[in-house]
């Protein structure tokens, strides 16, 4: 058993490794594909614009990927680092809706927002609450059919923050259900949609690392709400 630990062990460090050494040069790829297209090596005919946009958006998945799975080794490992500042709430949520919004338009879902007008500015760090909300409501979005509701809601109470992802997609199997969080599990009643089983397992984690917690309902077919709590330190109210 020992052995096998050790095992898993240096399989995650050769992950960890891996994909570390690889964010640099795809990074580099990204950043040259931008200077391209911005016609710093002269000006470009449509299609080449056109090919050259094609290549930045398979690039940018990429370098989500390989950041996503370098998080999941960091989790893994017990390796993530929280790196808290002063993070405005209201900006926050504002940035990240302002990427997952559209997608659900293109889907012509219901969006619903309820978020309180007035956030404070907490030590948090951006980048884990980033994960979790993103990788939520990415989610919501995907799982939920054409037509259907994703709705946020978001509360303050205590000191604590409180936020809830919920929609009406397909919702997680009950045999599923104790699995969900695990590092590449996939529900077996969306294993024919496009996914890695990576994102619920990174969310938890980050939502985790600045000591949070993350949980959920949910009924096949009927669909799922989880539900996030990331204690607020050094709160300063706004202006």
Not at 83 to 93: A, E, I, M, S, V
Not at 138 to 155: F, I, M, Q
Not at 196 to 225: H, I, Y
Request: charged share 30%; hydrophobic share 35%.
């Amino acid at each position: 058993m020992d052995l096998l630990k050790d095992l898993d062990r240096q399989k995650d460090e050769l992950i960890s490794i891996v994909s570390h050494q690889l964010a640099t040069p795809v990074t580099s790829v990204k950043w040259y594909l931008e200077m391209l297209l911005d016609g710093d090596s002269g000006e470009l005919n449509e299609e080449q614009k056109k090919q050259l946009m094609t290549m930045q958006g398979v690039t940018e998945d990429l370098v989500d990927l390989v950041g996503m799975i370098l998080d999941v080794s960091r989790i893994q490992l017990g390796r993530m680092k929280v790196d808290r500042g002063p993070l405005d709430l209201g900006t926050f949520f504002t940035e990240v809706l302002a990427v997952i919004e559209p997608k659900a338009t293109m889907k012509k879902q219901q969006f619903i927002k309820n978020i309180p007008g007035k956030l404070p500015v907490a030590s948090l760090d951006k980048r884990l609450m980033r994960m979790t909300l993103e990788n939520l409501l990415s989610n919501a979005v995907k799982y939920t059919p054409e037509g259907g509701k994703v709705e946020l809601n978001v509360t303050l109470t205590d000191h604590t923050l409180r936020y809830e992802v919920k929609d009406t997609g397909c919702g997680i199997p009950k045999e599923d259900q104790e699995k969900i969080f695990g590092k590449l599990f996939r529900a077996t009643n969306v294993r024919n949609t496009e996914g890695n089983g990576l994102g619920l397992f990174a969310a938890k984690g980050a939502a985790e690392a600045q000591g949070g917690k993350v949980w959920f309902e949910s009924e096949s077919g009927k669909g799922t709400t989880f539900t996030v709590e990331v204690p607020l330190e050094e709160v300063k109210e706004q202006e």
